[in-house]
């Protein structure tokens, strides 16, 4: 009963869809943008739903995290082998549409003094070093590279201590990155101290979710819930009330601070759900064009096409819009990556001797 690969891709889908969400909506400030049908007290009641959706990187986080985890017990002597192929993929995915969306449509668009100004801001960008320059949502590359290259050191700690330590140590962490994160509690003039504070920062806030995700996997958390979920005659009407009263909480409680909180308990209700077949096949669809929905959806509604975003003017319209523009996209990505992919994959397997 524990989440199965497809669970997990679901739930990475739905997260991707609430990164759009939370990114095209969560702004009060909507004339001349777009039109709301629903209005709370001067408030489009879609930066609600929007707002819940900040807990989209906690999602993914706790996914990562289980599914590593999952992949350290089966096989921890190959574990470093396959993380090793995982990043060259995510790379090589990165620099097709880094490609594509800096460097060419730079070019098509007369930005090349933006996106190709600074040869250092685009070297350290291509690297997935310091990425927000060209794209906001970028940030979580070089978070989720550190989060891959640490996870063999943080799963021996999650099977060797306790679950309450870990989880203990992952909240004071993730307070203190939170405070430096949104406050500033340190600041250097010295660029590289700098930008490691603020990766620190970054790595900090994320890890909380991450741990709570290798927790789950070490303990068999979800099977035990699932057990008891399943005693309950009403449990789909429960698990529907739980989303609602967190989206109203959330839109009392307007700060990100409790994203990772959210976002835990929405995959465990979300998982509990018992849904339609085809609902299940469209969040895994959605699934295999995440990377790509993740990576170029700021490029189309805040740096090329932003007009051509909002041009449906009502929220479901734009949403469902983008939603299309990013997975026309991803289908041209996908045609330049895959082959590459599977040369990479080839080509790694050999040099690190492994087994298909």
């Known amino acids: 009963m524990e989440l199965t690969k497809k669970q997990i891709a ?19 400030a909507y004339e001349g943008l777009f039109q709301p049908w629903i209005l709370i007290k001067g408030v489009p009641l879609i930066y609600y739903f929007a707002l819940f959706g900040d807990c989209c990187v906690a999602i993914y986080c706790f996914c990562s995290g289980y599914g590593l985890m999952i992949g350290y017990q089966k096989n921890n002597e190959g574990y470093h082998k396959r993380n090793i192929i995982r990043l060259a993929k995510l790379y090589l995915n990165y620099w097709v549409i880094f490609v594509i969306f800096v460097i060419i449509l730079g070019f098509i668009f007369n930005k090349v003094d933006f996106m190709l100004g600074d040869p250092k801001v685009v070297l350290l960008a291509f690297l997935g070093l310091d990425t927000e320059y060209y794209n906001g949502a970028w940030w979580f590359l070089t978070t989720y590279i550190f989060l891959v290259l640490l996870s063999p050191f943080l799963n021996r700690l999650t099977l060797k201590l306790p679950s309450g330590v870990v989880i203990g140590a992952s909240v004071i ?34 890890l909380f979710p991450f741990m709570v995700g290798a927790v789950f996997a070490k303990n068999r958390v979800y099977s035990q819930l699932a057990k008891v979920a399943d005693r309950f005659p009403f449990k789909n009407v429960i698990c529907l009330l739980v989303i609602g009263f967190m989206i109203v909480a959330h839109g009392m409680v307007q ?33 295999k064009h995440s990377t790509n929905l993740w990576l170029t959806h700021m490029f189309f509604y805040m740096v090329y096409f932003r007009k051509l975003v909002f041009m449906p003017k009502y929220p479901l319209f734009i949403y469902m819009w983008l939603v299309l523009l990013c997975l026309g996209a991803s289908y041209v990505i996908q045609a330049i990556y895959v082959p590459l992919s599977q040369w990479a994959d080839c080509y790694l397997k050999q040099k690190l001797k492994m087994k298909n």
């Open 255 to 287: 700060t990100l601070f409790v994203a990772p909180f959210t976002g835990i308990v929405f995959i465990c209700v979300f998982n509990l759900l018992d849904k339609p077949t085809g609902m299940n096949e469209f969040f895994l669809f959605i699934a």
């Open 10 to 28: 679901m739930t990475k889908g739905i997260a991707i869809l609430f990164m759009l969400l939370l990114h095209l909506f969560c702004n009060k």
């Open 173 to 206: 962490l993730y307070v203190l990155a939170y405070l430096q994160r949104f406050k500033g509690l340190l600041f250097f003039d010295v660029e590289v101290l700098d930008w490691a504070v603020s990766q620190l920062a970054y790595l900090g806030t994320s």
